[in-house]
């Protein structure tokens, strides 16, 4: 029995397997897009960027925004991958993170555009089964949270775009989200549903991290208001929006 891998207590000071970064090469607070091609767009903020990384569904780059180090990775889709980027991520420095990223509402007058700032995850994932209690809750940083309501609505006042913030569903499988499913949560007032949250909250409470989420709104899956044509557009200006909200809480809590 003594030759089983601790998987806790190996790699913790050298290059990352999946992520490919090695300790002094990322700051202390990560943006995390779930979209590698996404990344490129925090970079966009930034000044002095870096290209550090991109293995696998990971893409990392640097760069600097109002005098602090920002580290930008992607997690890939789903609960799995975003749990191994935020372990490995801790392993090299990074203590706070920020999800930014698209999500559906699941409820009357959200558009798509808007911004939704989570204030908790129903987790209806397997990854987090694995590390906690069924009843665990996957909750953010509340300072974190209550940052990104504060520049969002900032970022978004004298547009046409809204802020929302409440409880969203983190879910496995995309295309298993039936009609019944999409109703219950509407029913029990989730505000919106994405695949990643549950695990950043969950993994970030257990290392004592620190974790939060804006999105941008993609689709309003109970009125059928949806990006594809010509409302991409607006997703675009919600991604950027949700970015610069972001930022502004890495600068404004000294992340």
């Known amino acids: 029995m003594s030759d089983i891998v601790d998987k806790s207590a190996v790699g913790l000071d050298a290059r990352q397997y999946h992520i490919d970064i090695a300790p002094g090469e990322v700051g202390t607070v990560a943006l995390l897009p779930g979209d ?3 990344v490129p767009f925090v970079a966009e903020f930034l000044d002095h960027v870096k290209d550090v990384a991109h293995k696998r569904e990971h893409r990392t780059m640097t760069g600097y925004y109002k005098g602090r180090l920002i580290t930008a990775t992607s997690t890939g889709m789903g609960c799995p991958s975003t749990a191994i980027a935020v372990e490995e991520l801790a392993r090299v ?16 007058g959200v558009e798509p555009g808007d911004l939704l700032v ?4 129903l987790r209806n994932d397997g990854t987090t089964a694995a590390y906690v209690h069924h009843g665990y809750p996957a909750i953010p940083d509340l300072a974190i949270a209550q940052s990104l309501k504060e520049t969002a609505a900032a970022v978004m006042a004298g547009s046409e775009r809204s802020v929302f913030s409440g409880i969203n569903a983190t879910d496995d499988a995309f295309y298993a989200e039936g009609p ?4 219950e949560l509407s029913r029990m007032g989730i505000l919106n549903v994405e695949m990643e949250s549950s695990a ?23 009125t059928g208001d949806s990006v ?14 949700s970015i610069e909200a972001a930022l502004e809480t890495a600068v404004a809590l000294e992340l």
């Open 228 to 241: 594809y044509g010509d409302k991409n557009a607006r997703l675009k200006e919600g991604w950027m929006a």
């Open 93 to 108: 420095g990074v203590t706070s993170f920020i999800r930014v990223g698209s999500s559906a509402a699941l409820q009357p």
């Open 200 to 222: 950043m909250y969950v993994v970030a409470r257990l290392r004592g991290l620190r974790a939060g989420m804006v999105c941008a709104c993609s689709s309003n899956l109970v």
């Open 180 to 183: 019944e499913w999409i109703a």
């Open 118 to 121: 989570s204030e908790g995850s």
């Open 36 to 38: 590698p091609f996404r």
